[in-house]
T-cell receptor, first 116, second 113 residues
């Protein structure tokens, strides 16, 4: 079974530029998450999708971050314009409901963003 | 506020030693708890998932326990190997509606050959 795929793996941009990350979850996983992991910290949830609907985006900086999952499979996360403090690893994860309970979350390799 | 704390922040042990990593959480009304491993520059690898109704889970040399009343989980690694060197993250989910994970800052483990 293929895991969660993410691209690109690395991205370097200058502040005020825009950037987009892509995620393809495990096949059949209806729930998709985007997390931000700043160096030395644990990941922090940015947004959660159930199929193509947003479940939780309370910690997404909506003035500069946006995300979509139009067909309920792939997802993109965009930052526009980027700030220095957006330098982090952006992790995508997916999971599924089994017997009415959420199963474990599986993570992709992440995209390491450096904002200069 | 729901917080997850991991102690120690870093640990160095000789190969072959049994070790315990600790995780504590402030709100005992958890949905599930998951332990992850993260290698440098890589994503997270799921090690064990403990549902709120369970007390422990085992996988190979790993055993994770959960004590909701005291707000604690431990990850026991038996007969440690240099390949176990990584950062270990504990994450707690609250509420079955989202399964959103709240992470600790991790324990950096180094197993010396």
């Amino acid at each position: 079974e293929a895991g969660v795929a993410q691209s690109p793996r690395y991205k370097i941009i200058e502040k005020r530029q825009s950037v987009a990350f892509w995620c393809n979850p495990i096949s059949g996983h209806a729930t998709l998450y985007w997390y931000q992991q700043i160096l030395g910290q644990g990941p922090k949830l940015l947004i959660q999708f159930q199929n193509n609907g947003v479940v939780d985006d309370s910690q997404l900086p909506k003035d500069r971050f946006s995300a979509e999952r139009l067909k309920g499979v792939d997802s993109t996360l965009k930052i526009q314009p980027a700030k220095l403090e957006d330098s982090a690893v952006y992790l995508c994860a997916s999971t599924q409901l089994r017997g009415g309970r959420y199963n474990e979350q599986f993570f992709g390799p992440g995209t390491r963003l450096t904002v200069l | 506020k729901q917080e997850v704390t991991q102690i120690p922040a870093a640990l160095s042990v000789p190969e072959g030693e049994n070790l315990v990593l600790n995780c504590s959480f402030t709100d005992s009304a958890i949905y599930n708890l998951q332990w992850f491993r993260q290698d440098p520059g890589k994503g997270l690898t799921s090690l064990l998932l403990i549902q709120s109704s369970q007390r422990e889970q085992t996988s190979g040399r790993l055993n994770a326990s959960l004590d909701k009343s005291s707000g604690r989980s431990t990850l026991y690694i038996a007969a440690s190997q240099p390949g176990d060197s990584a950062t270990y993250l504990c994450a707690v989910a609250y509420g079955g509606a989202t399964n959103k994970l709240i992470f600790g800052t991790g324990t950096l483990l180094a197993v010396q050959p």
